[in-house]
C-alpha cells in the first residue's frame, strides 16, 4: 500500500463550508472538507435551499435501504433529467410505477445472462483496438471519446440486438450539449426559478434532447417492425405489470431506451477513462494488468468463462471508481418530515450522499488519495463497513446494470490493455467535473502503442 498521497489524485483543496457559486461551477468542489474528515452530516441552508450532505455509510444504510421507502428522488434530479429521461421511466418513476418496471427489465441482467453477452462486449473492444491500430500514434488520442463510442456501441448492441443503428456520435454530441446546460439549470432549481427563463445554450440543450427523443422513437418503431430476438427492448416491448395487467405506452418505451442507452453507457464510459489514466500513470500496476490478460485470454477476445479470473483487472476498476466515481452523488427527498443522524428534515430538504469524499474519507479508507488496487482483494472489502463504497449506490434502487457494468469494463479493459501500452502525457493533470457523471474536463489526452 502506497504510504503518501499522490497529489495527481487531489484535484482541488475542498472548501471549509458549501457555496452555490462552487456548486454552479463543479458540484463535487463545493463539498466541505468535514466530509473528508469523517463528519458523516453537513448542513447547508440558504433563502432557497434546504441540503444535507451524507458521508457516513450507518446514515447511507439509513436513507438507501432501512428507511428507502420514506424518500423519494429529489426535486433537482428531476428538474435536471427529467426533460431527457421523461417523468414515469424506470430512472425517474416512483412507488408501484417503479416496482412493475424493474420487476419487468430484471431477467436480463440476470448473471447468465450477462455472461452470454461477454462476445458482444469482447466484439466491440476488439474493433476499437483495430480502430486505434489504424491511427497514428505519434500524438496523444482522445480516450474519453474512444471510451464512448466503445460504450454506446455495446449498449446499443446490447439492447437493440444489433450494433449500429443508432448514430453513434450525433446521440454523443446531443448528449454532451445537454449535460453542458445542467449547471444553468441547477442554479435555476436551486433558487426555485422556472426553467423557461432563458440561460446560454438553453435553445442547443432543447434541440440536443429532441435529437435524443427522436432516435430513441426511431428505433422503438423500426424494432415494432422486425423482432430480431429476446434483447431488452423485447423485453420491455412485452413488459406486462402482473397487477394491473398495464404495458408501456409508446412514450414510456421510448424515455425507458433513452435510460437505458444514457444511464448504461456514459457512466461506464468514464469508469474506463478514468482508469486507462490511472494505468498510464502507474505502469507497473498496467504491467500486471496485461500480464493477467496475457495470461488469460491468449488470442485477443475474452469468453465467458474467463472473466472470473480476470480478478486484478476488476480491482483496478473498482479502485478506478474508488477515485472517481462515475456518479459522484446521490440525492433524495424525504416524503414527509423525519429525523435523520439527529437532524429534522421536511419534504423540502435535499438530502445528497456525496459518494466522491465518502469515498475518500479518512476515518474508513487508509491513505484515501492514493490508488491501490489491494483495497478490494476479499479480504479487505470483508474489512470495511459495506456502505463506505457506493459507485452504484445500494438498496432498492441500486443500479440495476452494476454487474453489466462491471463485466463490460473487466473485458473492454483486459482487451485494450493486452493490445497497447498507455502513456501519460506530461504535465496533463486532468480535473474531473461533475456533469450528472464525472467527466475529465477537456478529455483523457494519453499516448498509445501496440505492445
Ligand atoms: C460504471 C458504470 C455505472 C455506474 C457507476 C452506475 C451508477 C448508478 C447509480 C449510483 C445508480 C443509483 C442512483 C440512485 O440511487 O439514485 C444507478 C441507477 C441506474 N443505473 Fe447505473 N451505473 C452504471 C452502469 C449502468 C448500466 C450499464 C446500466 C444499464 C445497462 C445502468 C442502468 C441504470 C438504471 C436503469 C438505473 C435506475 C435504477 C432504478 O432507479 O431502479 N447503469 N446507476
Known amino acids: 500500500m502506497p504510504t503518501v498521497p499522490d497529489p495527481d489524485l487531489v484535484p482541488f483543496e ?16 463545493s463539498y466541505p ?17 434546504d441540503s444535507v450532505l451524507v458521508s457516513e455509510p450507518e446514515l447511507i444504510h439509513d436513507i438507501l435501504v432501512a428507511r428507502a421507502d420514506l424518500f423519494r428522488r429529489d426535486d433537482v434530479t428531476r428538474q435536471l433529467l427529467s426533460p431527457m429521461l421523461g417523468p414515469t421511466s424506470l430512472f425517474m418513476a416512483e412507488g408501484a410505477d417503479w416496482r412493475w418496471q424493474r420487476r419487468a427489465v430484471a431477467p436480463t441482467f440476470r448473471h447468465d445472462k450477462l455472461l452470454a453477452l461477454v ?92 435529437h435524443i427523443y427522436r432516435e430513441a422513437a426511431r428505433l422503438v418503431a423500426q424494432r415494432r417492425r422486425v423482432s430480431a430476438r429476446a434483447d431488452l427492448l423485447d423485453l420491455l416491448l412485452e413488459a406486462r405489470d402482473e397487477e394491473t395487467g398495464r404495458v408501456m405506452t409508446h ?11 444514457l444511464a448504461g453507457h456514459e457512466t461506464t464510459a468514464v469508469a474506463l477513462t478514468w482508469t486507462l489514466w490511472l494505468l498510464a500513470k ?20 475474452v469468453e465467458a468463462q474467463q472473466v472470473e479470473r480476470l480478478a486484478f483487472t476488476r480491482q483496478v476498476l473498482q479502485e478506478a471508481i474508488r477515485l472517481y466515481p462515475p456518479a459522484p452523488a446521490i440525492s433524495r427527498q424525504p416524503l414527509a418530515p423525519l429525523v435523520l443522524g439527529g437532524e429534522q428534515l421536511t419534504p ?28 478490494f482483494t476479499v479480504d479487505q472489502v470483508k474489512a470495511r463497513p459495506r456502505y463506505a463504497y457506493l459507485p452504484f449506490g445500494a438498496g432498492p434502487r441500486v443500479c440495476i446494470g452494476a454487474s453489466f457494468a462491471m463485466i463490460e469494463a473487466t473485458v473492454v479493459l483486459a482487451i485494450l490493455v493486452h493490445a497497447f501500452r498507455f502513456t501519460a502525457v506530461t504535465g496533463h ?21 501496440p505492445r
Not at 130 to 150: L, N, S, Y
Not at 251 to 261: D, G, Q, S, W
Open 14 to 29: 475542498p472548501p471549509d463550508h458549501p457555496t452555490i457559486r462552487a456548486a454552479f461551477r463543479n458540484v463535487i468542489e
Open 33 to 49: 472538507r468535514a466530509l473528508y474528515d469523517g463528519q458523516g452530516l453537513v448542513r447547508y441552508r440558504t433563502r432557497f435551499l
Open 119 to 210: 462476445p458482444t462486449f469482447s466484439t466491440i473492444a476488439v474493433r476499437q483496438v483495430k480502430r486505434w491500430r489504424a491511427a497514428p500514434c505519434e500524438q496523444p488520442v482522445d480516450v474519453a471519446e474512444a471510451m464512448g463510442q466503445t460504450t454506446l456501441e455495446v449498449i446499443v448492441g446490447t439492447v437493440l440486438g444489433s450494433a449500429g443503428a443508432l448514430d453513434a456520435q450525433g446521440f454523443a454530441r446531443a448528449l454532451t450539449t445537454e449535460l453542458d446546460s445542467f449547471p444553468w439549470r441547477f442554479i435555476l432549481t436551486a433558487f426555485r426559478a422556472p426553467l423557461w427563463l432563458p440561460y446560454p445554450g438553453r435553445w442547443r440543450a432543447a434541440r440536443a434532447r429532441e
Open 251 to 261: 412514450e414510456e418505451l421510448v424515455r425507458n431506451l433513452a435510460t437505458f442507452i
Open 282 to 301: 502507474y505502469p507497473h500496476v498496467q504491467d500486471q494488468v496485461a500480464a493477467e490478460a496475457n495470461a488469460t485470454i491468449g488470442s485477443g477476445a
Open 348 to 375: 423540502a430538504t435535499q438530502v445528497t450522499i456525496t459518494i466522491y469524499p465518502l469515498h475518500r474519507n479518512r476515518r474508513v479508507w487508509k491513505n484515501p488519495d492514493s490508488f491501490d488496487p489491494d483495497r
Open 429 to 449: 493533470r486532468p480535473h474531473p467535473v461533475a456533469r450528472v457523471t464525472l467527466r475529465p474536463r477537456g478529455g483523457m489526452p494519453l499516448y498509445i502503442e
